[in-house]
């Protein structure tokens, strides 16, 4: 049985932020100052210095998605990472992102030489992540994410996946700390690859 690797896409394998605060200035006059947490507390409107509604910020995320993903760029190392994981594991991409935009995603990512299977997801991470381990046969399985509320629900849904933090974006990396209920933060595709295989080494589930 080959071990499992479930890894998310914006912040660990494309940068994401950085494009969307570029667009959201050239086509909504906002300025954008990701700090880890909640978007709507990263906007500012430039004539004002408001922040915009949660509607508002949804929809603006939806204007995002997927019609400026062209913009999106790779991280450094992330697809040789996966060519080489891909030697011996199996691996899902498992985005949070609606389902109108997974044929996007998937060319997206192509594009970047990464064609593995991806799943859309709205919400916590937890209960998806613990479908695909049972569907997979239970391996030794390895969950990459940027976002601590997402290790916080595979923590109770999958407590034997292995659960990595990392932030690929350096602007946003230093401001944000390791995610409580990961067991490791690693912002580099080429540590964390090295990381991973030793789980799989290792043959056993987290504690």
Do not use: Y
């Not at 292995?162 to 390791?178: D, F, G, Y």
């Amino acid at each position: 049985m080959k071990p499992l690797l479930i890894s998310d896409c914006d912040e660990v394998l494309l940068h994401m932020v950085k494009h969307f605060g570029v667009w959201l200035g050239e086509t909504h006059d906002i300025d954008f100052a990701p700090d880890g947490a909640d978007f709507t507390n990263s906007m500012r409107r430039r004539d004002n210095g408001t922040a915009p509604t949660r509607e508002e910020m949804w929809a603006m995320l939806g204007g995002f998605f997927p019609a400026e993903m062209h913009r999106q760029t790779l991280v450094p190392h992330a697809a040789e990472a996966l060519a080489r994981l891909a030697e011996r594991a199996d691996i899902v991409i498992l985005t949070n992102i609606t389902d109108a935009c997974k044929t996007a995603r998937l060319d997206q990512l192509a594009k970047f030489g990464i064609e593995h299977r991806v799943e859309c997801n709205q919400g916590g991470k937890g209960d998806p992540v613990a479908r695909l381990v049972a569907e997979h046969g239970n391996p030794v399985t390895v969950f990459v994410d940027d976002l601590a509320v997402h290790h916080e629900s595979v923590s109770r849904h999958a407590p034997g996946v292995h659960r990595l933090h990392m932030i690929s974006e350096p602007t946003l990396a230093p401001n944000v700390p390791k995610a409580e209920h990961a067991h490791a933060r690693i912002d580099d595709w080429r540590e964390a690859a090295d990381w991973i295989e030793a789980k799989f080494d290792a043959g056993v589930p987290a504690d």
